[in-house]
């Protein structure tokens, strides 16, 4: 604060003063120079009421400063002391108090700044030989040299610092005077310089009106910002008092207002320059009650309109603490080192960017992500801090175990499921082309190629038809998926007791954007009958995802596009036939996947993911007759342990350059999801079935806080007409579904 009339020298009963509303940063601040006790009354105690209006204490006393908790240096810009000339007593001043954030100039020469260049002009002098002539006449002592002194020091304070300068008073003034517009005469401080323009602002909301108070902005309007400094109460000087408040008015104290807000800009964004700080209260300042003479670009496509009496507007400190954004550039997330002067390429939109979870990895992501802390950067390049689990969007927890349309397509009689209880021969769908390569009374070989169906090692291992309960690949093995469209060139080996099956599957482009089959995979199964009554399985392969990753779906810095995946897998099979009509079966899987996300993702790569699943499932035919029963305990794939490594910036350095740091955070879901489900179907005549199902779901999407909920369904199955009723805890009314299907 450079001002005058600081009450600090002055006594009330023998002792010395400090108001309680700044005296605490009496006690703590710096200062450059002397003063003297000016006297009683507000005119006389002008800096107390400066530092008031910056960084009045937040004490439940008087009033509250912008910045309460800012700290202070003061000088006396009328006491020189020893220092002969004033421009150099204000030049030390300055220096003393370099690496402040703010320099509050509540004072001035009331000389106009276009009365200067025309002196300057007439005179064909420097700026610094009129600047002098003007000081000198104002009663301010200076010397050429101690000017070019005073002007060097400011431009020098602009390195970590803004100049703040109050314009005058006078309201006969048709232009900014003389030292307030100085980087009119001196370009080089027009860098981080704030002029003040006092705007009376009364009303109520809907119904404001507008008042200048105080000299136009006239040559600073690019640089100018208003406040309201018009009857404010302030506190000030009285020997007979402790504390004495003053109701005031000026320009003064608009400045210091603005000095605030800059002091909480430079705590909420400590990588930016005093320029970017500048340019963040102008361009969000209140400028849409005048019409605009002219407008500022602050760069990645800001634009602010201004006018000339009353600059950019009234400040408004909320709306510079937000981020500032365009049509063309909003909040932008950077996943490669870059720097804020150009952020419209290579960045992701904040909003649009969202990982949807998956089954498989319940609320393991959002656990995993609570916490770590990244940046967004607005189009004025400051930084933002937030969390980033806001990210994960997580599987809906109202949708029911069951799923209709699933249970539809899987109706059919009881008589078609008993055919499957415990039947070791197997149909194979969807084959274009089957090719035998030998055959002898022991064993045979083929080779046969499928399209739209799973792979034949596949679904020998799972027999689809056996089971009454999900579509056991989506369930239990997301990256296998039953009906998946691509290609597959199959080999078989088949003897009495042993099956052996290889395959290879690609999906087929149909064209740029269109492709049948979501997986490539190369995959092997065993099956061997060790007795009459028991047979065991297993499945392994390798798979890569087109797109996605064990159900994964992202967006914008999440996109999972132009990924790589694998994943392998090992899959076991036991089943025991009890009876004829009595089948036990227990399935189990452990998979471990890698992810390597696109250059520009914020998924840098998912590493060492363990995933696991399991299902015993028994199953009686005729139980009451011409029926079927099933019961199963199962959990869907679950991952079990692994790490995601993650994109994340750092805060912009003050040129600008931001850091991509790669953190690694663990995954393990909170819960683990376990099925437990019955299925019943009786046929009622040789054409029509009824099928009933219900689940008890635990801890649904392997997510502890989900509970226990429950699922039900009940089906006709008639010819060609297939129709059902599902509801659940999770579901908000039922849903009924009615199929039919007639070929001709």
Known sequence: VVDDGYSFGCTVDGSFYSHPDIANHVTNMNSYGNWTCAGEGISNSHGDAVIATAGAL???????????G????????????????????????????????????????????????????????????AATAYLNSS??????????????????????????FALSNDGTFTDADFLAALPELYPELNEAWITAVNIDKTGSSGSYSYSLKSAPCGQTAEYCLAGDGWNITLPGYDASSSSVFYNTAGTSFVAPQISGALALLAEHFPNQTPEQLVDRLLASADNTWFTRDGTVTFGNGVQHGYSDDYGHGLMDIYAALQPITTSSLGRSIVTSNSNIIDLSSGSHDLGRSFLTS?????????????????????????????????????QANTAPTINIESEIGKLQSAKSL???????????????????????????????????????????????????????????LPFLKQNDKGLSINSLFETDKLKLSLSSTTPVKENDETYMGDQKSILSSLEYEITDNFNIGLLNGIVNEREGFLGLDGNEAFSLKNSDNLSKFNSLKLQKNITNDLALTLTGTYAYSDFVGDKSSLLKSANDILS???????????????????ISISQPNRVKEGYLTLRLSDLADKDGNINIRETDVNLEPSGRQTDTSFAYTKDLSDTLSLSLKGTITDELDHIKDNGTSYSAFVGLNLEHLKMGISNGTNSSKPDFRLNYKKAF
Do not use: C
Request: aromatic content about 12%.
């Open 58 to 68: 937040d004490n439940n006393y008087g009033i509250l400063g912008v910045a309460p």
């Open 70 to 129: 800012a700290d202070f240096h003061i000088s006396s810009y009328a006491v020189k002391g020893a220092t002969t000339y004033y421009a150099d007593h204000l030049a030390n001043a300055t220096n003393d108090a370099a690496g402040a954030i703010a320099q509050n100039n509540s004072w001035g020469i009331e000389v106009q700044i276009d009365t200067i260049q025309n002196y300057k002009n007439a005179n064909s002098y420097t700026s610094t030989q």
């Open 139 to 164: 009663g301010l002592t200076s010397s050429e040299s101690s000017v070019d002194n005073y002007i060097s020091a400011l431009d020098n304070f602009q390195d970590t610092g803004v100049i703040v």
């Open 358 to 394: 998956s089954r498989s990895f319940g609320d393991s992501i959002a656990q995993a992500l609570d916490g770590e802390v990244n940046y967004f950067y607005d189009a004025m390049g400051s930084g933002f801090a937030y969390e980033l689990d806001g990210h994960v969007l997580p």
């Open 418 to 476: 008993n055919q499957f209880v415990n039947k070791k021969d197997k149909t194979y769908k969807n084959i274009l082309k089957k090719k035998e390569i030998s055959k002898n009374e022991n064993s045979k070989t083929e080779l046969a190629l499928t399209l739209g169906h799973s792979a034949i090692p596949a679904q020998s291992f799972f027999n689809y038809d056996q089971y009454v309960f999900n579509g056991i690949t989506d369930y239990n």
């Open 612 to 630: 696991e699943s399991y299902s015993i499932t028994l199953n009686k035919a005729h139980l009451f007759g011409n029926d079927n029963f099933a």
